[in-house]
Antibody
Framework: QVLLQQWGAGLLKPSETLSLTCAVS????????WTWIRQPPGKGLEWIGE??????KYNPSLKSRVTISVDTSKNHFSLSLRSVTAADTAVYYC???????WGQGTLVTVSS | DIQMTQSPSSLSASVGDRVTITCRAS??????LAWFQQKPGKAPNLLIF???RLESGVPSRFSGSGSGTVYTLIISNLQPEDFATYYC?????????FGLGTRVEIK
């Protein structure tokens, strides 16, 4: 059974950096792409980006502020979003590929 | 970016009904289309990928069809556990984009 477990700070101030990590267990890590998606409260889903640890793709709307990194030795991948504002308040999810498996989600609130 | 127009935005239905949700892409996506179900407070759950392929473990009352720019999710014999919000997603080209969702409510 594939399991994605994510963690990171849930409350940030404007201009700070959002950092989340997702640990993958129960399946192959290097054989898949790994994705970050977010969902503002009460709204729809937004694809942030994905990596297969050879290539990383980002949503152009966030590209200047986002980094997705991979640690294959730990079967982890991470999201960094710089200079956050209130508009970045959302539940952030990690997922495998297009979404066959998901993390539990992390609510990140940006507030002064 | 490819725009995904999903309709209706909400619908009311009864247990046992047949429900149809449509997604229209702003350009052809060659069946690179997934459907997700999301319940409040939970992560989305993949139902259908490649427009019509049922994800493992998903009940057969869910089906998908379509081609080109128009895709459909059908839920036949709606069950109480099917009341949720449904999203389509194109993964033909990045940035992958989602429809705004269809909320299926109990009539």
């Amino acid at each position: 059974q594939v399991l994605l477990q994510q963690w990171g700070a849930g409350l940030l101030k404007p201009s700070e950096t959002l950092s989340l990590t997702c640990a993958v267990s129960g399946g192959s890590f290097t054989g898949y792409s790994w994705t970050w998606i977010r969902q503002p409260p009460g709204k729809g889903l937004e694809w942030i980006g994905e990596t297969d640890h050879t290539e990383t793709k980002y949503n152009p709307s966030l590209k200047s502020r986002v980094t997705i990194s991979v640690d294959t030795s730990k079967n982890h991948f991470s999201l960094s979003l710089r200079s956050v504002t209130a508009a970045d308040t959302a539940v952030y999810y990690c997922a495998r590929g297009i979404g066959s498996y998901w993390g539990q989600g992390t609510l990140v609130t940006v507030s002064s | 970016d490819i725009q995904m127009t999903q309709s209706p935005s909400s619908l009311s239905a009864s247990v046992g009904d047949r429900v149809t949700i449509t997604c229209r892409a702003s350009q052809g996506i060659t069946n690179s289309l997934a459907w997700f179900q999301q319940k409040p407070g939970k992560a989305p759950n993949l139902l259908i990928f490649a427009a019509s392929r049922l994800e493992s473990g998903v009940p057969s009352r869910f089906s998908g069809s379509g081609s080109g720019t128009v895709y459909t999710l059908i839920i036949s014999n709606l069950q109480p556990e099917d009341f949720a919000t449904y999203y389509c997603q194109q993964y033909y080209t990045t940035p992958y984009t989602f429809g705004l969702g269809t909320r299926v409510e109990i009539k």
